[in-house]
Nanobody, 114 residues
Framework: QVQLVESGGGLVQAGGSLRLSCVLS????????MGWYRQAPGEQRELVAG???????NYADSVKGRFTISRDNAKNTVYLQMNNLKPEDTAVYYC????????WGQGTQVTVSS
């Protein structure tokens, strides 16, 4: 059974940084396209960043130049380094894994105060 467990969320002031981590268990991590999504109150869930098994990345325009997604296949972990955070980055951040099926983590809250 595939499980995704996120960590690293919290409260930070505008301009600050956080690093989110997501560990996949129960399957072969290297097979999966990994991504980070976020959902703010009253908004739809949106893609923040994605990374292929080979390390190719893509980002939402709103986070380009501030966020970096990376993966460590030896640790079954995907990361999201978030720098220069803004109040509009406040949301619940979800880890996502796609192969033949799609899996979601439970989410971690990120709150950026102005």
């Amino acid at each position: 059974q595939v499980q995704l467990v996120e960590s690293g969320g919290g409260l930070v002031q505008a301009g600050g940084s956080l690093r989110l981590s997501c560990v996949l268990s129960g399957s072969m991590f290297s097979l999966y396209l990994m991504g980070w999504y976020r959902q703010a109150p009253g908004e739809q869930r949106e893609l923040v960043a994605g990374i292929t098994s080979g390390g190719s990345t893509n980002y939402a325009d709103s986070v380009k130049g501030r966020f970096t997604i990376s993966r460590d296949n030896a640790k079954n972990t995907v990361y999201l380094q978030m720098n220069n955070l803004k109040p509009e980055d406040t949301a619940v951040y979800y880890c996502n894994a796609k192969a033949l099926r799609v899996y979601w983590g439970q989410g971690t809250q990120v709150t950026v105060s102005s």
